[in-house]
């Protein structure tokens, strides 16, 4: 098989709200990588004395700069073990980082492999490495339809309403109930 000169030629071209909505989930993975870099920036420097103290928040960053969402995910469970947080609080938030994988694969692949309108199926996109694949035998091809893209923006952005009340150092109590995600795996139909 040849590969098309566009790939849009076999696959289709996207309408702009699909674009519009991966924006909007662009914007929110991001939003969140930032604030959970500021969370474990925060969670070191908490307690201490801004006006004696005043170059810790910019050591910390000086160490730490901005992290990615896997390092931020793996600073932040050590940082609850270390401090010896309640099991509870621990388990809340690994389901929520669980929630944030399941989204960042969607994300990642979205970012760094080619998606187009599925032809075979209307109103459904399809995501797939074919094209730079090292081996064709494990390419992954999936169709996901318009309703991912606002459910994986919805959980975003909820995700970043629950980690700003857990790690809200004021707060002293916070009600650990994961709400009903939107985004689900079986969003993504694996096509090959």
Known sequence: MAIPRFPDERLGMLPEKFFTALGHLHYAFTSLEVQMASVVNQYITVGYDSSVHWPMQDKVSAILGGLRMETAKDTINRLLRVSEAPQEVQDFVKRIFQQIGEIQYFRNRLAHYHTGRWLRKPGQFVNTDMEVAREKTKTVTFSFSYDALEAARHDLHLISRL??????????SFDLQIPAWQFKSTMLIKES
């Open 163 to 172: 980690i700003d009340d857990l790690f809200d150092f004021e707060v002293e």
